[in-house]
């Protein structure tokens, strides 16, 4: 059966960067990063894909995460797999710190409303070396152009009505291909981001699809081959139709 594929409008600014990802000539091997402590900040502070932002801010949640970073070298973890895994959870965690600094506030797009600077240009998330990095730098410039996995935008989390839940647990190597399909799942089959209406035969997706599709072109042919993956089986019998 033919249908028509419509992209939701959503809010979500976007910012480009150019800056690719490079690491240092000289590192240790086979560094592991501890994963624990986001763990048990996620544990803690997230509930049913919401954060108790009042609750991070009065207890200073994230004060020994954040001094941990600056003298973490990211470019030491030597698997990929793992180094993915911090990535994600520092862009989610930095975005919660982000935040906080200016709560209350309902979306991350009122920071730019009372600083008048794009949230994800900002430059606060400081690592090993006093470099400082931005949100958009750490997505676009690290992990998408280093890892070719489409499923990370399940798991980045913008604090904008139209991004993924966060989950109450952080990324880790070991659980990480089920994390992304769970995610997955869960945004692909949430009628508020994308819903199948088979009466018009029209796929009504998140704008996340037309803003990344490259990367999921890339990985699964193409945007409907993707959410074919994961949508209900209900709806993916009457997509193949």
């Given at each position: 059966?033919?249908?028509?594929?419509?992209?939701?409008?959503?809010?979500?600014?976007?910012?480009?960067?150019?800056?690719?990802?490079?690491?240092?000539?000289?590192?240790?091997?086979?560094?592991?990063?501890?994963?624990?402590?986001?763990?048990?900040?996620?544990?803690?502070?997230?509930?049913?894909?919401?954060?108790?932002?009042?609750?991070?801010?009065?207890?200073?949640?994230?004060?020994?995460?954040?001094?941990?970073?600056?003298?973490?070298?990211?470019?030491?973890?030597?698997?990929?797999?793992?180094?993915?895994?911090?990535?994600?959870?520092?862009?989610?965690?930095?975005?919660?710190?982000?935040?906080?600094q200016y709560y209350p506030v309902n979306s991350i797009l009122e920071i730019e409303e009372k600083t008048g600077?794009?949230?994800?240009?900002?430059?606060?998330?400081?690592?090993?070396?006093?470099?400082?990095?931005?949100?958009?730098?750490?997505?676009?410039?690290?992990?998408?152009?280093?890892?070719?996995?489409?499923?990370?935008?399940?798991?980045?989390?913008?604090?904008?009505?139209?991004?993924?839940?966060?989950?109450?647990?952080?990324?880790?190597?070991?659980?990480?291909?089920?994390?992304?399909?769970?995610?997955?799942?869960?945004?692909?089959?949430?009628?508020?981001?994308?819903?199948?209406?088979?009466?018009?035969?029209?796929?009504?997706?998140?704008?996340?699809?037309?803003?990344?599709?490259?990367?999921?072109?890339?990985?699964?042919?193409?945007?409907?081959?993707?959410?074919?993956?994961?949508?209900?089986?209900?709806?993916?019998?009457?997509?193949?139709?």
């Amino acid at each position: 059966m033919k249908y028509t594929l419509i992209i939701l409008i959503t809010v979500l600014a976007l910012s480009s960067c150019k800056r690719e990802e490079v690491q240092r000539n000289i590192l240790p091997d086979n560094i592991h990063y501890d994963f624990s402590e986001m763990d048990n900040f996620l544990k803690n502070y997230v509930s049913d894909g919401k954060v108790k932002y009042s609750e991070v801010i009065n207890d200073k949640a994230l004060d020994k995460i954040n001094n941990e970073l600056k003298t973490f070298e990211p470019y030491s973890i030597s698997d990929d797999k793992e180094r993915l895994a911090f990535w994600i959870n520092v862009y989610n965690l930095y975005t919660i710190d982000l935040i906080s600094q200016y709560y209350p506030v309902n979306s991350i797009l009122e920071i730019e409303e009372k600083t008048g600077t794009n949230p994800w240009n900002m430059k606060f998330i400081e690592l090993a070396g006093g470099r400082k990095f931005s949100l958009d730098e750490i997505e676009k410039e690290i992990i998408i152009p280093k890892y070719n996995e489409p499923r990370i935008h399940y798991a980045l989390v913008c604090a904008a009505e139209s991004c993924p839940v966060i989950i109450a647990e952080a990324y880790t190597p070991e659980k990480l291909d089920s994390q992304f399909d769970t995610q997955a799942k869960i945004f692909i089959n949430d009628k508020n981001k994308n819903y199948l209406n088979e009466k018009e035969n029209v796929l009504y997706l998140s704008m996340i699809y037309k803003w990344y599709g490259r990367d999921f072109i890339k990985k699964d042919s193409s945007v409907v081959d993707h959410v074919k993956i994961y949508i209900n089986e209900g709806d993916k019998e009457f997509i193949n139709l």
